[in-house]
């Protein structure tokens, strides 16, 4: 049971490049979540998405892309790279039926460098 | 959409000492409130959790207060280490409803245990 893995760990991209990053879980959780965590800024909720096939826009959308195409995997893309998006990028997944007493299971973390 | 502050954003105290991290919220409909610890290059994990139905809650050296009607919460580390080394983010969400589980975080107290 490896809970959410990320890939990748590291990534260093030019501005306008593309790249697409890799969350999946093991644990059959519906929701799954992106955030990118800033100095001073804490963690700032992407997008989400609450099942096989659904996203939804969360607090900093501008700028990603999102895919569930299965329960297990989401994908967040950056179509045109930008230094504004140098940042680590956290996935979360949850259960639906356990949320109330469950935590938020977080992957490790891709740190992303735009120049 | 929910907004949460959190202060200090550093704080640097003696092994040994209490340490005490206060957050604000500003929706009222909030009823989760967890608080997780990041070290260095590592995931957030959640150290203790409260909902709206509680006023208190403790763990060990650990202790969290709500206040629903000033909005506020605490973290409260009793008998500090330096192994408490570390940066600290309050949340907030409505877990329930259409929330599905999305957690507002606070910015981060960097706090630092002196040996």
């Known amino acids: 049971n490896a809970g959410v893995t990320q890939t990748p760990k590291f990534r260093v991209l030019k501005t306008g490049q593309s790249m697409t990053l890799l969350c999946a879980q093991d644990?059959?959780?519906?929701?799954m979540y992106w955030y990118r965590q800033d100095p001073g800024m804490g963690l700032r909720l992407i997008h989400y998405?609450?099942?096989?096939?659904?996203?939804a826009k969360g607090e900093v959308p501008d700028g990603y892309n999102v895919s569930r195409l299965k329960k297990q995997n989401f994908l967040l893309g950056l179509e045109s790279a930008a230094p504004s998006q140098t940042s680590v990028y956290f996935c979360a997944s949850n259960n639906r039926r356990t949320l109330h007493n469950s935590p938020l299971h977080f992957g490790n973390g891709t740190r992303l460098t735009v120049t | 959409g929910e907004n949460v502050e959190q202060h200090p954003s550093t704080l640097s105290v003696q092994e040994g000492d209490s340490a005490v991290i206060k957050c604000t919220y500003s929706?009222?409909?909030?009823?989760?409130f967890p608080w997780y610890k990041q070290e260095l290059g590592k995931r957030p994990q959640l150290i203790i959790d409260i909902r709206s139905n509680v006023g208190e809650k403790k763990d060990q050296r650990i202790a969290v207060t709500l206040n629903k009607t000033a909005k506020h919460f605490s973290l409260h580390i009793t008998e500090t280490q330096p192994e408490d080394s570390a940066v600290y983010f309050c949340a907030a969400s409505n877990a329930g409803g259409t929330s599905y589980g999305k957690l507002t975080f606070g910015q981060g107290t960097i706090l630092t245990v002196h040996p």
């Open positions: 929706d009222s409909a909030s009823n989760y």
């Open positions: 644990m059959n959780h519906e929701y």
């Open positions: 998405s609450v099942g096989e096939g659904t996203t």
